[in-house]
């Protein structure tokens, strides 16, 4: 089992940054692949970043590729996402997620964390 809480959220401006974090606790969180993914009111849930079990592979969405940066720190379990220049619409809850494989789609994560959420003003 794995338990995730992320923290980090809150209101910023555009052209801020913020980051996020994925505290994990379970013996065997080294071992998952760690995705982040948001969703805004009325919108589908939709990937964000994710990050291979050593960190050596990542992958991003195009909507925030070169903007966001997804990290991991397993020696503290964690699990970070820092956002740059962002943008009214990636205002929504961001979420992380655990899973065994690095895909893209949410029903393929086991572990969900209860969600932190981001706005973005203009």
């Known amino acids: 089992q794995v338990q995730l809480v992320e923290s980090g959220g809150g209101l910023v401006q555009a052209g801020g940054s913020l980051r996020v974090s994925c505290a994990a606790s379970?013996?065997?969180?080294?071992?998952?692949?760690v995705a982040w993914f948001r969703q805004a009111p009325g919108k589908e849930r939709e990937f964000v970043a994710t990050i291979s079990w050593g960190g050596g592979s990542t992958y991003y969405a195009d909507s925030v590729k070169g903007r966001f940066t997804i990290s991991r720190d397993n020696t503290k379990n964690t699990v970070y996402l820092q956002m740059n220049s962002l943008k009214p619409e990636d205002t929504a809850v961001y979420y992380c997620a655990a899973g065994p494989q690095i895909v893209k789609v949410p029903a393929a994560y086991h572990y969900w964390g209860q969600g932190t959420q981001v706005t973005v003003s203009s």
């Open positions: 379970g013996r065997t969180f080294t071992s998952y692949v």
